[in-house]
């Protein structure tokens, strides 16, 4: 599933409450809608990142906008507390490589969605559909992966740079934000400029992963 997808990695959102997860779809937003029809609690609800690859703790990225919660203490897009982040570890193993107690699939034929590749779904009018603030805060999921694997594995720091520029492309034509269109452009030169080393404007990733993230804590301040 991940290479029909994003390449290297699957998304997902685990129900830790009931042991179940939704796996697929484009956005976690989309899990977490699907587990919700399905009469999850939102707070038992947490988005990761399926490397199948991936060995130890490598395997698993704790990293997702739903997981900004600014009322309920998790105010980052990972999962800052350690006992939750075993239960989701916990949930994943058991769930003996994503196929029991999954809700929904992307790849299911009756499911809400079919796979396709990278943000194909999104390029069709998915994207849409999401506030601005919705919009960049899911640009700095990518650039929070494109960080974490930086120095580490650089095929898929690289692949995670190109989807951040292609959802702040489509960001770009989206015709709401006309009025935007030079923070969201400078956003973008600001961001390759880290992406390769900071030499004309001494921008760094850590910065542009700031940046993004206060857009998903103002999606996500209610939640």
């Given at each position: 599933?991940?290479?029909?997808?994003?390449?290297d990695?699957?998304?997902?959102?685990?129900?830790?409450?009931r042991?179940?997860?939704?796996?697929?779809?484009?956005?976690?937003?989309?899990?977490?809608?699907?587990?919700?029809e399905?009469?999850?609690?939102?707070?038992?609800?947490?988005?990761?990142?399926?490397?199948?690859?991936?060995?130890?703790?490598?395997?698993?990225?704790?990293?997702s906008?739903?997981n900004?919660?600014?009322?309920?203490?998790?105010?980052?897009?990972?999962?800052?507390?350690?006992?939750?982040?075993?239960?989701?570890?916990?949930t994943?193993?058991?769930?003996?490589?994503?196929?029991?107690?999954?809700?929904?699939?992307?790849?299911?034929?009756?499911g809400l969605?079919q796979?396709?590749?990278g943000?194909?779904?999104?390029?069709?009018?998915?994207?849409?559909?999401l506030?601005l603030?919705?919009?960049?805060?899911?640009?700095?999921s990518?650039?929070?992966?494109l960080?974490r694997?930086?120095?580490?594995?650089?095929?898929?720091a690289?692949?995670?740079?190109?989807?951040?520029?292609?959802?702040l492309d489509?960001?770009?034509a989206?015709?709401?934000?006309?009025?935007?269109?030079?923070e969201?452009?400078?956003?973008?030169?600001?961001?390759?400029?880290?992406?390769?080393?900071?030499?004309?404007?001494?921008?760094?990733l850590?910065?542009?992963?700031?940046?993004?993230?206060?857009?998903?804590v103002?999606?996500?301040?209610?939640?």
């Amino acid at each position: 599933m991940a290479r029909e997808q994003f390449g290297d990695f699957v998304k997902a959102v685990v129900d830790v409450g009931r042991s179940l997860m939704a796996v697929g779809g484009e956005l976690h937003a989309d899990e977490e809608a699907a587990l919700l029809e399905h009469g999850a609690c939102q707070a038992d609800l947490w988005g990761i990142n399926i490397y199948p690859d991936q060995a130890g703790p490598d395997r698993i990225e704790f990293d997702s906008m739903i997981n900004v919660r600014p009322a309920h203490g998790n105010r980052t897009r990972a999962v800052d507390d350690p006992a939750v982040r075993q239960l989701i570890a916990d949930t994943v193993d058991r769930l003996s490589v994503l196929e029991q107690h999954v809700v929904w699939s992307a790849r299911d034929s009756g499911g809400l969605m079919q796979a396709s590749p990278g943000h194909a779904g999104l390029a069709a009018g998915g994207w849409s559909r999401l506030s601005l603030a919705e919009q960049l805060g899911n640009v700095g999921s990518e650039v929070g992966r494109l960080r974490r694997w930086r120095g580490r594995d650089e095929g898929l720091a690289e692949r995670a740079f190109h989807r951040a520029l292609e959802l702040l492309d489509l960001t770009l034509a989206d015709p709401r934000w006309r009025g935007r269109l030079k923070e969201i452009a400078r956003a973008r030169e600001l961001l390759c400029d880290a992406a390769l080393g900071g030499g004309q404007y001494d921008t760094t990733l850590e910065d542009m992963d700031r940046y993004f993230l206060q857009f998903a804590v103002a999606a996500r301040r209610c939640r």
